[in-house]
């Protein structure tokens, strides 16, 4: 059954939470990677560090220092008035979340708007390196004869918060669903796909510890503190998937579904928090080694 | 401690890893019961083939320059520095050149000894 809520303040709470939705994801992260790219390109120009740019990144990084991300920044402010326009809408229909929940599916829809754009940027990052790779010529390749560990760049503390949050969410979904016989094929598919998630971050981060090298001339300290902060993103991940779960869970058992879409734009935007902020903060541009996308003396004209 | 492969050079990649990891070890850069990179990891790192890698740390391990400790990983032999001093191909030509020497003096000629090297390195 459904609590009983002031639908004005559970409103409040709604509106701010999908305000701050709108702003952080179409508007502040589009602004701080466009200008992440810009400095890039400006302090490190194509003519001086030409690695950096394979194949036409040349043009774009031309057409980046002079025009901006123009194309990217107007999708995303598009996307951002479109949001707007549909709490506007919401407010002057005056618009009342649906008690038992259900609504949260909206937010689902309007986040993979959002993600659009920065999952472009996350495809052609492939393409990037893969040109990267193609054109890599050096030839003499170093190793390190220091073996790495996963525990070097992942923090056990961290691992271990994770594996405890893991358990409790199923410990905690599991006591509601009854005997094994009478599961459903939600909660094996619930369990497949939560599970499935842990076991891809686990796998993804061996490939960037003992993989091979995304970039072929990033410095190996670079490359091994991008897999820190990539480790520390997947456990802060890990650990809010099961308290999302949880939470929605707890919902669905004490009534307070109305709070759905708020939890799932919660739960989004400390996503895209800890992914991309997490690498803005930890990863600045001034702290990466750049002289390894110099031209090299040993290599031809 | 880093090694350093030539990809343009004569000298085979997987001799190159063996020399460069001899060297470490009589330098002491790298010490007996060190751990060393997977075999997986040494060939991402460098940008070979796994098995050029896995050619090199064989005849590492049978030079009793590394031990393989099952899924432990592998170390650096105990010992590791005097096998490195002991250089398997320079023995090898010391023991056929005093091999060949007996037999020209026996009168064999070079034809003869070719035949029957071959003969005799035949499984």
Not at chain 1, 173 to 181: E, F, H, K, M, R
Not at chain 1, 220 to 240: A, F, H, L, N, T
């Amino acid at each position: 059954m459904p609590a009983d809520f002031n639908m004005t303040a559970v409103l409040a709470v709604m509106y701010t939470v999908f305000l701050s939705q709108i702003y952080l994801i179409s508007v502040h992260y589009p602004r701080k990677m466009c200008a992440r790219i810009r400095e890039v390109v400006e302090s490190y120009p194509p003519a001086e560090y030409p690695h950096l740019y394979p194949g036409p990144y040349v043009y774009y990084a031309e057409s980046a220092r002079k025009h901006g991300l123009k194309i990217f920044m107007a999708a995303n402010y598009i996307i951002a008035a479109i949001g707007l326009g549909i709490l506007c809408m919401m407010m002057l229909s005056g618009y009342e979340p649906a008690l038992l929940g259900g609504d949260e599916i909206f937010v689902m829809f309007y986040f993979i708007l959002q993600a659009s754009p920065l999952l472009y940027i996350q495809i052609t990052e492939w393409r990037y390196y893969a040109l990267m790779r193609e054109s890599f010529t050096a030839k003499h390749r170093s190793a390190s004869l220091a073996p790495r560990r996963m525990s070097q760049f992942v923090s056990p503390a961290l691992v271990g918060a994770a594996i405890v949050f893991y358990v409790l969410w199923l410990v905690f979904y599991l006591s509601d669903q009854g005997p094994v016989a009478t599961w459903s094929g939600e909660v094996y598919a619930t369990l497949a796909v939560i599970t499935g998630i842990n076991v891809f971050y686990v796998l993804y981060l061996r490939r960037m510890v003992f993989g091979k090298k995304v970039d072929p001339y990033r410095s190996d300290e670079d490359r091994d503190r991008q897999i820190r902060v990539m480790g520390k993103v997947y456990g802060i991940s890990s650990i809010g998937i099961s308290l999302f779960l949880a939470f929605t869970q707890a919902a669905d058992r004490f009534g307070f579904e109305v709070f759905d879409p708020v939890l799932i734009s919660f739960y989004l935007q400390l996503c895209i928090v800890a992914g991309l902020g997490f690498v803005f903060r930890d990863i600045t541009v001034n702290s990466l080694n750049f002289k390894v996308y110099r031209k090299q003396a040993d290599e031809p004209s | 401690m880093k090694i350093m492969i030539d990809i343009d050079s004569e000298e085979p990649l997987f001799s190159q890893v063996v020399e460069q990891i001899k060297t470490a070890v009589r330098t002491k850069a790298i010490r007996a019961g060190d751990p060393l990179p997977s075999i997986r990891q040494l060939a991402n790192d460098l940008e070979l083939n796994n098995k050029t890698v896995a050619k090199a740390y064989r005849l590492l391990e049978r030079d009793n320059v590394i031990v393989t400790k099952g899924y432990r990983g592998t170390f650096v032999h105990a010992d590791a520095t005097a096998h490195c001093c002991f250089d398997l191909s320079a023995w090898i030509e010391a023991q056929l050149a005093i091999t060949i020497k007996a037999c020209r003096e026996a009168g064999a000629t070079d034809s003869e000894i070719r035949i029957a090297f071959a003969n005799a390195m035949q499984p």
